[in-house]
């Protein structure tokens, strides 16, 4: 079992910056593939970025040159650094990890708005 606790979420202006963090539980961090899904209302869940195990990243189109996602494996946490942000980054971000089953975070709520 793998617990995840994420935390960063809030309000911020448009162009503004967010960065959100997952901490894992386990002693396999390492081995875990991570990443966050987003849900904004009346939309179906997107996966907005990955990190493999090995380091290889991927991204949704959407977010591409502006959210960067990177893992520090000594503190068992993957972060998500969001930048230029957008009226559509609006939603609740969700944190999975991926070791045997998939793992969900708590969701934080990330609202861009001025």
């Known amino acids: 079992q793998v617990q995840l606790v994420e935390s960063g979420g809030g309000l911020v202006q448009p162009g503004g910056s967010l960065r959100l963090s997952c901490a894992a539980s386990?002693?396999?961090?390492?081995?875990?593939?991570m990443g966050w899904y987003r849900q904004a209302p009346g939309k179906q869940r997107e996966l907005v970025a990955r990190?493999?195990?090995?380091?290889?990243?991927t991204y949704a189109d959407s977010v591409k040159g502006r959210f960067t996602i990177s893992r520090d494996n000594a503190r068992n946490t993957a972060y998500l650094q969001m930048n230029s942000l957008r009226p559509e980054d609006t939603g609740v971000y969700y944190c999975f990890a991926v070791t045997g089953g998939t793992y969900w975070g708590q969701g934080t709520q990330v609202t861009v708005s001025s």
């Open positions: 386990g002693s396999s961090f390492s081995s875990y593939d």
């Open positions: 990190v493999m195990w090995h380091g290889s990243t």
